[in-house]
């Protein structure tokens, strides 16, 4: 929060009128009103794909349906940056609002997918049999019923795209639109005056929290949960069409991806040198380590008291796991920077304040991991311990720990992951001369060395595919 | 092993306290339930003993020596069964009943436990192949297996199914004799508090309502609150004079004096020849009993239970007399 507050601190060091200037420019209500039509086409075309495809995944009789599932999440592991170059590098003419709005739908709808998926496994049958038996038709009943009890995760996973596509920076910088993020950037980097790039991240801040409160309102009550297996609908004659859906929903969010960097790394093979890939593989391990110790031991003790105190702080970790999907890397790399500048001149572009700005960024992941793994481990096993006469020590070894242990540590990995995967925050704050694989690859692709960037981005999607697996092991796992 | 007492506890969260001066005590070898509806304060009573929550005043003594604050859960020799068993998910069958005990024997003992509760050879499962009986009997024997002075026993059979209920609880009454164990066992459920106890308390508000064998809780409650507790009643407002009270079942024998109410149990109403006329509004057959409805002359509805063969049904005019005293409790002024 700390760097927050300086941002908004330094915002209004030279007195309220200079930032009364900044919004007053008929630029930052353009640099605004981009955002927002950019992320309101995107989160509509995220529910249609989001709900048509977890759907289709769990309710119908879709040949190889647990295969889509697993598939048609994947893109979600895909940077947006990644997506971005692998599209622009095929279809150069692909750019704008238009080349943005593809490239942010089709990484982002699994985010809409994966909890109205959930939603639908744990949604009640019997409430659609009721319904049924009092005269609806199947199409009515998906309208008046099914479509209720998946509402709260759709306009949960709705709100999480809409406040990614605020806070994206890799994908629009890429496609060259001007969105509030790039706004940002190129205020920052274009004038010594950075007073406007402090109000502009703070705009987009309350952007963030105004989606993130609205969404908080327009929810309703979550769904009872149902005991049974859900029922499964035959698709009949659409059955062929909708496998076509999702098979080319796939070739987009996938194929395109894949078959394009293959592409550029057979055809450029001679333009990169594989030290280099790997130098810069092992900085952004060495970063990403660093960041995802630092969270972890930020949100090991905030995680363990969520986990074992109700009330208040419960619900407080979990507005912040909102939070910090609504902080755009951008701004808190931009708050660091000021911060750092002022108050830690020796910090500044090193490695600590890098691993700091991860750890602000990611802490609700870290907090979030721990406090499921701390859940799996609840007091009453560490009584019956404590009555069987093991002491305090002893029943944190024996029994909290490898209890808590793999949640966390997967957790740890998830952070770890994100980390390398972060662009913006890492673009402002990394050491001068230190390179990651997402600057490389963003250098890159902005002087168009298309082939130059493949290979990094073929390694990011490797690292990025991993968490994606995991997690989908974890859903798996709940159900 | 040996026997556990507690003189005058006081505990509670800050304000108003859950346990308000509780005296009982459980003889060697002793089964005793504790009895009372949800927060009535059962939990805390198990979890004071435990040492997982602090005394206010009072004292606990197992065995001759004072648990004081300063001795803690596993100094204490109080082995616990929380509800649904709380199997640790990580260990095998044999590793959660082993976890208590030493290196040395514990093979040995884990085999003589897991027999004693008829699951012999479960010892490699894990606990999640376990059903919900299953899962019981192994946090008992996880609890028995150090030769604890006294085991503690939550709610062990809410979460079970009606018939699996009655024969686990035989099964663990069986278990706890068989190990000579000194057991205390909190439950909402009468019947099983009854069912299963040599002793039992009845908590309500955090103090002891009546500490009596279970026939003698049920013959002679403490109080009406008591009494309508732990069984079902028929209850009448009447004046008691010189041994008999009038009712609309008629003159019937009791004790006490002044007006109060007149408590009977639905067995004590006897159907037959003999008695007051009235007119059976229903029949609640339950397989090995049944209750009727009936409707006396005045209008109210009294049940009776009766065992064996029905042979009235629902509009039938009867004679309903009354089998033995009438329990009575006098109004408080």
Known sequence: ?479 | MSGLTVKRLVAGYGGDPVLREVDFEVPEGGLLAVLGPSGCGKTTLLRVLAGFHPVSSGEVWLGGKQLTAEVPPEQRGIGIVPQEGALFPHLTVAGNVGFGLRRGDRAARVEELLELVGLAGFGARMPGELSGGQAQRVALARALAPRPGVVLLDEPFSALDAGLREELRADVRATLKAAGATALLVTHDQEEALGIADHVVVLRDGAVAQFARPQTIYASPADLGVALFVGEAVTFAGVARSGLVSTPLGELRTSGDGPGTVLLRPEQLIIGAAGVPSAVDDVLFHGHDATVLLRLADGTQVRSRVQGKISVRAGDSVSVSVDGPALFFGDTP
């Open chain 1, 1 to 479: 929060m700390l760097p927050l507050a300086y941002l908004a601190v330094r915002s209004f060091e030279r007195g309220g009128g200079v930032v009364w200037d900044v919004l007053a420019r008929t630029r930052t209500a353009e640099l605004a009103l981009r955002s927002l039509s950019l992320a309101v086409a995107v989160t509509a075309a995220c529910l249609v794909l989001g709900v048509l495809s977890a759907w289709l995944v769990v309710r119908s009789d879709l040949p190889g349906r647990r295969v889509f599932g697993v598939l048609l999440v994947l893109p979600l592991a895909v940077p947006s940056y990644v997506a971005g170059f692998t599209w622009i590098s095929v279809a150069p003419d692909l750019t704008g609002f238009a080349g943005a709005f593809v490239v942010l739908t089709l990484v982002s709808y699994p985010y809409v997918l994966l909890p109205v998926a959930a939603a639908l496994r744990t949604a009640d049958p019997a409430v659609e049999e009721v319904a049924r038996s009092l005269g609806r038709t199947g199409r009515q009943v998906f309208f008046s019923v099914t479509l209720r009890q998946i509402r709260p995760a759709a306009l949960a996973g709705g709100l999480l795209v809409a406040l990614y596509v605020l806070s994206d920076f890799g994908a629009v910088s890429l496609m060259r639109y001007e969105a509030f993020t790039l706004g940002i950037y190129t205020s920052y980097r274009a004038t010594f005056d950075r007073t406007p790039a402090a109000v502009l991240g703070l705009v987009l801040v309350v952007l963030a929290i105004a989606l993130t409160v609205g969404e908080r309102r327009a929810r309703g009550v979550v769904a009872h949960r149902g005991r049974r297996q859900p029922l499964t609908v035959s698709l009949g004659r659409a059955r062929m069409p909708a496998l076509a859906g999702a098979v080319s929903l796939i070739l987009l969010t996938l194929g395109v991806p894949v078959v394009s960097l293959v592409w550029w790394l057979v055809e450029g093979t001679s333009t990169f040198s594989v030290t280099d890939v790997l130098a810069t593989t092992g900085n952004t391990v060495a970063v990403s380590a660093f960041g995802a110790l630092l969270t972890l031991l930020l949100a090991l003790p905030v995680g363990i008291l969520a986990a074992r105190h109700q009330g208040r702080l419960v619900r407080g970790v979990e507005l912040a796991g909102f939070a910090g999907h609504a902080l755009p890397g951008i701004t808190v790399g931009l708050a660091l920077v000021f911060f750092g500048i002022r108050f830690a001149p020796a910090l500044y572009q090193t490695m600590p304040m890098l691993a700091f700005a991860y750890a602000v960024l990611f802490l609700p992941l870290a907090v979030g991991a721990v406090r499921t793994g701390v859940a799996h481990a609840p007091p009453v096993l560490e009584e019956v311990s404590r009555s069987l006469g093991h002491g305090r020590f002893t029943t944190g070894l024996r029994v909290t720990v490898p209890l808590a242990a793999p949640g966390i540590l997967a957790g740890t990995a998830l952070v770890f992951l994100t980390c390398a995967k972060e662009l913006p925050a890492t673009l402002l704050l990394r050491p001068t001369g230190m390179d990651t694989l997402a600057t490389e690859l963003w250098t890159r692709t902005e002087v168009a060395a298309y082939a130059a960037a493949a290979p990094y981005a073929a390694v990011l999607l490797v690292v990025a595919a991993i968490p994606a697996v995991l997690l989908d092991r974890f859903l798996g796992g709940e159900r």
